[in-house]
Nanobody
Framework: QVQLVESGGGLVQPGGSLRLSCAAP????????MGWYRQAPGTQRELVAV???????NYADSAKGRFTISRDNAKNTVYLQMNSLKPEDTAVYYC?????????WGQGIQVTVSS
């Protein structure tokens, strides 16, 4: 069983920043596409950002210019730096690891943007 362990969520005021972390097993981290998704109440889970093993990144339009995804191969950890947060960023954020037919999810972590 592959476990992805997320941390770093919480409550932040509009305009603030948070950094999410996701630790993955070394056996998959180097080969897998690592990503962050989010799901707000009553909505479908949506892509926020992904980073490929060779470093290329893709972002949802809503994340461009505000969020940065990165990976530390030495720590087997992927990060999501979120700046200029808005109330509409409030959601449960999920870490994802994907490779061919395999995909794994973290347990999810709450991010709430509110004054």
């Amino acid at each position: 069983q592959v476990q992805l362990v997320e941390s770093g969520g919480g409550l932040v005021q509009p305009g603030g920043s948070l950094r999410l972390s996701c630790a993955a097993p070394a056996s998959i981290f180097s080969a897998y596409i690592m990503g962050w998704y989010r799901q707000a109440p009553g909505t479908q889970r949506e892509l926020v950002a992904v980073i490929y093993s060779y470093g290329a990144r893709n972002y949802a339009d809503s994340a461009k210019g505000r969020f940065t995804i990165s990976r530390d191969n030495a720590k087997n950890t992927v990060y999501l730096q979120m700046n200029s947060l808005k109330p509409e960023d409030t959601a449960v954020y999920y870490c994802n690891a994907a490779y061919r037919a395999y995909t794994y999810w973290g347990q999810g972590i709450q991010v709430t943007v509110s004054s």
